[in-house]
């Protein structure tokens, strides 16, 4: 979930990204950028400095947990992933340019289509008014972009995100660079060496000789209902979860 970090490593050509490359690349700690939304090339990113979200970690405020029980918003998952990468890539009078050109645009819609990318989507009514995306591998989230255009919606995003890795037994959420916004939600800095040591753990029986089902996170086991009883109340049932639910299961394991 990145602002705007110095260039760490040289562009590649014009080509359009292949996406083993891509998966590859989050395998060993690197992702790409652009200089902007109209560039031409990307660049290849590995910070020496690592910002992370513990998943038992999140910081539940007050505000943020009546917002989320009281459903101020409406909350999709993978509903609208294209239309999520293109709010994140809007220019807006604080931040004027952006990271996502269209080679990123392109790969992770087709990363999407794979079922490795994944959004999850605010909506007020019919609005899309923020949310993020990113990719699963193994049980690694690696966050690229978060967005609001209403009080509190990137909050709530990422509110339902860490419940949801908490539940299908994802172990790591990359945040990439971190932000006051990240810092006050529990995000925490490490440097490069620590981070590639949770990055393997995280991806153990995924990459390798040993690769088996049993290394990938569920992405989807919030909707299906897997919450486990002392964590929930007895209503959780399969469908969309509550926003009540939400609250509860980050109030159990923050």
Request: with cysteine.
């Amino acid at each position: 979930m990145t602002s705007s970090p110095s260039r760490e490593a040289p562009v590649v050509p014009f080509e359009p990204l292949d996406p083993q490359i891509v998966l590859g690349a989050y395998a060993v700690g690197v992702f790409p950028m652009a200089d902007s939304r109209d560039a031409d090339e990307i660049y290849w990113v590995e910070p020496q400095d690592r910002a992370v979200l513990p998943l038992d970690g999140f910081h539940l405020s007050q505000s943020l947990r009546k917002t989320i029980v009281r459903e101020r918003f409406r909350v999709t998952v993978d509903q609208r992933f294209g239309a999520m990468m293109r709010l994140c890539a809007e220019s807006v009078p604080n931040r004027p340019d952006t990271w996502i050109n269209p080679h990123i645009e392109d790969v992770f819609n087709r990363l999407h289509a794979l079922g490795f990318a994944h959004s999850v989507e605010v909506w007020d009514g019919d609005t899309l008014v923020g949310g993020l995306y990113g990719l699963a591998l193994g049980r690694a989230f690696f966050g690229e972009s978060m967005v609001s255009r209403a009080r509190d919606a990137s909050k709530v995003a990422i509110a339902w995100l860490v419940a949801r890795l908490q539940v299908g037994g994802f172990t790591l959420l990359d945040c990439q660079f971190m932000t006051e916004h990240l810092a006050s939600l529990g995000a925490v800095e490490i440097p490069r060496a620590a981070y590639l040591v949770e990055l393997s753990e995280a991806l153990s029986g995924v990459i390798g000789s040993d690769a088996s089902a049993s290394g990938v996170g569920d992405f989807f086991a919030l909707d299906r209902g897997a919450v486990a009883p002392e964590a929930a109340p007895a209503a959780v049932d399969s469908g969309p979860p509550s926003g009540k639910v939400i609250a509860q299961l980050l109030t159990h394991t923050s």
